[in-house]
Structure formats: structure tokens, C-alpha cells
């Protein structure tokens, strides 16, 4: 079965840094998205992607945050500047289909020291 | 604004006990309804979706829901639950129109032999 794979499953960084996540869809989908989930809470949406273009962002994507599909495989999340609170496991997913074929990846724990 | 709840935080059944676990969402257009699995150190998996149509939906391993357009509801049930049926339960609601996947703060549940 297909996956959407996720790297690193563990990301330690120093507030103020900036950290790169990566995600690698299924291979035919069209759309992509991050999730993320501090721990305790509930899943929550950030970004939706589609064409080379963000279709919808929530407000917790501000411009710190920014997603790019550098060279057709690959989906990544960047912060540039990260903070305490920024800690969390990121999920990526894919769709082919928007939201009636969603696959969720194995997330990126980050942890903001 | 989209919200869903799930009331139960954390249920420990046995082995072969019957399982429902409630979801309530708030919106008042039309919704696509989901269930999601986490397994311990695995990515959220797909147990059931509505569209439209036969308001009880049957998914994997076993589950079912039943959308209950009155009430808002969308429980999951289980007739008689495994020790491997132990893991995180997310409901989730999309708007349709939207991509966005709204989800439940998650229903952790244990199920000892």
C-alpha cells in the first residue's frame, strides 16, 4: 500500500532556529497538506497545497511558517524562527481526490528547547 | 466555526465488550463525516467515512458508524472489541467546499485481555 513518508520521525532544534520538514507524498497525488498536534490536543490543520499554490491556511499558519514542493517529489513545512510553543508532531498527508482520499504520514515529533 | 467533540477521553474495556465512542461537530451546512485510528507509534489511519447515502457506514476491522443528522452525531461502534483494538480514536469533519479535515480531540482506548 502506499505511504507518505515523513523525515525525520524526531526533530530537536533551539528556539530561534529554523527547521525544515520533509514529506514525500504518494506518488500520483495532487494535494498536500500539513497537520500538526501539540501533545495532549487535539489535530489541527495548517496548510493546504494544490498546484504549486497554497488553497487554504488556518490562522496558526502565519508567516513564520511557509510549504514548498521543491522538485516533485518532495513536500516541505519550514519555520524559520522557531518557538516553545511550536513544539509538536507535524503529520503531513496527500490526496488525490482533496479530502475524500486523504493519507496521513507517520508525523515529525518536534521539540523546541 | 467548525468545532467537534468527542466526550470520552479515555475508555478501558475487556475483550469482547461492546464499544461506542460519541462524536458531536457544530456546522450547520453540509459535512463529510470521519473516523481515524492512531496506533501506538503509527500514522492516523483511515476506519470509516460518510458522503451521502445509508447514514450507517461500515469500515475496517470490524467498525461501523452511524451519522445522525438531528443530533449532529457521528459515533463509532463495535459490537466486540480485541486487545489490538487498543489505540487513539479521532473523529473528523470537513465542510464541503473546504479540504480542511476538522478533528476531535482523539478517545484513547485501552483494551485488556
Known amino acids: 500500500e502506499p505511504e507518505v513518508t515523513q523525515t525525520p520521525s524526531h526533530q530537536v532544534t533551539q528556539m530561534g532556529q529554523e527547521v525544515i520538514l520533509r514529506c514525500v507524498p504518494i506518488?500520483?497525488?495532487?494535494?498536500f497538506y500539513w497537520y500538526r498536534q501539540i501533545l495532549g490536543q487535539k489535530v489541527e490543520f495548517l496548510v493546504s497545497?494544490?498546484?504549486?499554490?497554497?488553497?487554504?491556511k488556518s490562522e496558526i499558519f502565519d508567516d513564520q511558517f511557509s510549504v514548498e514542493r521543491p522538485d516533485g517529489s518532495n513536500f516541505t513545512l519550514k519555520i524559520r524562527s522557531t518557538k516553545l510553543e511550536d513544539s509538536a508532531m507535524y503529520f503531513c498527508?496527500?490526496?488525490?481526490?482533496?479530502?475524500?482520499?486523504?493519507?496521513f504520514g507517520s508525523g515529525t515529533r518536534l521539540t523546541v528547547v | 466555526a467548525q468545532s467537534v467533540s468527542q466526550h470520552n477521553h479515555h475508555v478501558i474495556l475487556s475483550e469482547a465488550a461492546s464499544l461506542e465512542l460519541g462524536c458531536n461537530y457544530s456546522?450547520?451546512?453540509?459535512?463529510?463525516l470521519f473516523w481515524y485510528v492512531q496506533y501506538p507509534g503509527q500514522h492516523l489511519q483511515l476506519l470509516l467515512k460518510?458522503?451521502?447515502?445509508?447514514?450507517l457506514v461500515k469500515g475496517i476491522k470490524g467498525f461501523e458508524a452511524e451519522f445522525i443528522k438531528s443530533k449532529f452525531s457521528f459515533n463509532l461502534r463495535k459490537p466486540s472489541v480485541q486487545w489490538s483494538d487498543t489505540a487513539e480514536y479521532f473523529c473528523?469533519?470537513?465542510?464541503?467546499?473546504?479540504?480542511?479535515?476538522?478533528f476531535g480531540t482523539g478517545t484513547r482506548l485501552q483494551v485488556f485481555p
Open positions: 498527508a496527500s490526496s488525490g481526490v482533496t479530502v475524500y482520499g486523504y493519507t
Open positions: 506518488s500520483n497525488h495532487l494535494y
Open positions: 497545497f494544490y498546484n504549486n499554490e497554497i488553497s487554504e
Open positions: 456546522y450547520g451546512g453540509t459535512v463529510n
Open positions: 460518510y458522503f451521502s447515502g445509508d447514514p
Open positions: 473528523a469533519v470537513n465542510a464541503q467546499g473546504t479540504d480542511k479535515l476538522i
